[in-house]
């Protein structure tokens, strides 16, 4: 009797295993692959090898980061403003950084102990949201702009310092300033009207100037539109507005620009607001309004979710031929 009944629990067992759901690892590990050289011993650099790096790792892949002389013997390199975002948008948190070396004679990679890679948070941040109002819009400009609310105070609340602006444009552009009172620019926000005509690009490059001007750790500019520009005065495209967004400033702090796109009229160009998210941003595309609050959401824990990294090594002069090739091994955690 007792083992008829070990043999009927041991099948219901297995029966509840194979039904019940994967349990998905919150901690992972995500590799990025950079080359270094310092050619004069006073002058480092990295470059990075995005084809090998994981894609959860959000930054500017094509830029080249410099560094400074650590006296007496030591330099450092600054790699700033990078994320890790899965496919769903999701957010990790920095545990540890485990660097390597590549070792050409063994074909193999030595852990490294001596040069390391520190991360920091990015504690100051510069927030502005770029809001289409246009006529596209129809009925859901006002659910819009409860969301776009929802989305500036979780911006006060994720983020220790931060000054939040908004652009709103159709066919006119209007501008709340970059502010730590969230009383100011939510009243903006709600007072927001709709309008005929589209000025995106020009709205934009308002938003790219506010940031250019500010001194924070990071810069975020955040673009909701359909992608559709048929207003801005003459000077203002795509083109232009890229061209902002990969101009350093003297802070040599980037912009990463994200952008939502929610089709309006029946119009919404992929194309334009995916090129528009760059410097480490990147854009989502929700299938309709209803599915708006979620993205916005998802960019509410995504954006202010930002390091710093820096790499010490000694003053080596290493030529960028021969330039040393290196793994970073970073554990996060599922934000």
Same mark, same amino acid.
């Given at each position: ?62 830029? $080249? ?72 819009? =129809? ?33 006119? !552009?209007?501008?709340?300033? %970059?502010?730590?009172?969230? $009383? ?20 934009? #490059?308002?938003?790219?100037? *506010? %940031? ?9 500019? *955040? ?9 801005? #005065? ?11 967004? &990969? ?16 089709? =309006? ?9 995916? &090129?528009?998210? $760059? ?22 824990? #995504? ?20 330039? !040393? ?11």
């Amino acid at each position: 009797k007792h083992s008829y009944l070990l043999v009927v629990l041991s099948i219901l067992l297995c029966c509840c295993k194979k039904d019940s759901p994967p349990v998905e690892a919150t901690t992972k590990e995500f590799s990025i692959y950079v080359d270094y050289w310092n050619s004069d011993g006073e002058s480092p650099e990295i470059s990075f090898d995005p084809s090998n790096s994981d894609s959860e790792i959000k930054i500017d892949f094509e830029e $080249t980061f410099g560094g400074e002389v650590i006296p007496p013997n030591l330099v450092d390199v600054i790699i700033d403003n990078l994320r890790i975002i899965d496919e769903l948008n999701r957010n990790y948190e920095i545990d540890s950084i485990n660097a390597y070396e590549y070792q050409e004679g063994y074909n193999t990679w030595r852990e490294d102990v001596e040069f390391t890679m520190d991360y920091s948070s990015v504690e100051s941040m510069d927030v502005v949201l770029v809001l289409d109002a246009s006529d596209s819009l =129809g009925d859901d400009l006002e659910t819009v702009k409860t969301y776009a609310v929802n989305f500036i105070e979780k911006m006060y609340t994720e983020i220790p310092s931060v000054n939040v602006g908004v652009i709103s444009f159709t066919d006119s !552009i209007n501008t709340s300033p %970059l502010t730590q009172d969230s $009383t100011e620019v939510i009243a903006f926000v709600e007072n927001i009207e709709q309008g005929q005509y589209s000025r995106l690009y020009e709205a934009a #490059s308002v938003g790219v100037e *506010l %940031l250019q001007a500010s001194d924070s750790e990071g810069k975020a500019l *955040l673009i909701f539109s359909d992608g559709v520009d048929n207003f801005s #005065s003459q000077g203002y495209t795509q083109a232009s507005l890229l061209q902002e967004l &990969n101009t350093s400033t003297d802070d040599l702090v980037k912009i990463n620009s994200f952008t939502i796109g929610l089709e =309006g009229e029946g119009i919404k160009d992929n194309t334009v607001l995916t &090129n528009m998210a $760059t410097n480490g941003g990147f854009a989502a595309f929700p299938e309709s309004v209803d599915e708006l609050d979620t993205v916005f959401e998802a960019f509410s824990r #995504s954006i202010p979710n930002v390091y710093n990294l820096t790499y010490t090594r000694n003053k080596q002069i290493v030529s960028q031929d021969a330039a !040393i090739r290196l793994k970073f091994v970073i554990t996060g955690t599922l934000k």
